[in-house]
């Protein structure tokens, strides 16, 4: 079974400073998608950046980058120039080609401090 | 920007009610989905809805459980005797079409509390 990892409970950065979040995963599988989603106190999961594992090159999107070791099976985000609106629950999660479901990591909260 | 819907916010049942959770997914959306989120824990997958039938499920979804799409808006989620163990955040999902580059939009969540 495909499982997803994140050793960070909790993270703080300041405001307009670089942050990086772990994430792991296992899978047997070679084809398959990573994703970091946002969740903030108004619950809703947002999508951040979308990772397809057949592509060498870290997806970015804006202030958002993702370091993909895929032999290690790490997925790591990383938010530059943190603002307090990033504030919010980070969640990493994996679904392999074929799948309908998701699987999520534990989460990671996020707190800005100005 | 269309958007998830879920109503209500926060239900409050007692242990072997039933309860009815109700998502309006977006209009051109062709497939939906139930997680839940148990306190403290990680986001589960409940189950998957297309074409008007289940087309996957987790363990998690037991007899205890359906879901329904009854007018082609609302699509819900039923739990016929609620445990307290069903208390959790539950989240409705749904996308145009099941591609990974298709974004999967979630609604706000529904928190059951079941006492």
């Known amino acids: 079974a495909q499982t997803v990892t994140q050793s960070q409970p909790e993270m703080s950065v300041q405001e307009a400073e670089t942050v990086t979040l772990s994430c792991t995963y296992d899978t047997s599988e070679s084809d398959y998608y990573l994703f970091w989603y946002k969740q903030p106190p108004s619950r809703q999961m947002i999508l951040v950046i979308r990772?397809?594992?057949?592509?060498?090159q870290n997806a970015t999107e804006n202030r958002f980058s993702v370091n993909f070791q895929k032999a290690a099976k790490s997925f790591s985000l990383k938010i530059s120039d943190s603002q307090l609106g990033d504030a919010a629950m980070y969640f990493c999660?994996?679904?392999?080609?074929?799948?309908?479901?998701?699987?999520f990591g534990q989460g990671t909260r996020l707190t800005i401090n100005p | 920007e269309p958007e998830v819907t879920q109503t209500p916010s926060h239900q409050v049942t007692q242990m072997g009610q039933e309860v009815i959770l109700r998502c309006v997914p977006i209009s051109n959306h062709l497939y939906f989905y139930w997680y839940r989120q148990i306190l403290g824990q990680k986001v589960e997958f409940l189950v998957s809805?297309?074409?008007?039938?289940?087309?996957?499920k987790s363990e998690i979804f037991d007899d205890q459980f359906s879901v329904e799409r009854p007018d082609g808006s609302n699509f819900t989620l039923k739990i016929r005797s609620t445990k307290l163990e069903d208390s959790a955040m539950y989240f409705c999902a749904s996308e145009e079409r099941a591609s990974y580059n298709s974004p999967l939009h979630f609604g706000n969540g529904t928190r059951l509390t079941v006492t």
């Open positions: 999660a994996y679904i392999h080609q074929g799948a309908q479901k998701l699987v």
């Open positions: 809805f297309y074409n008007n039938e289940i087309s996957e």
């Open positions: 990772q397809e594992a057949y592509k060498q």
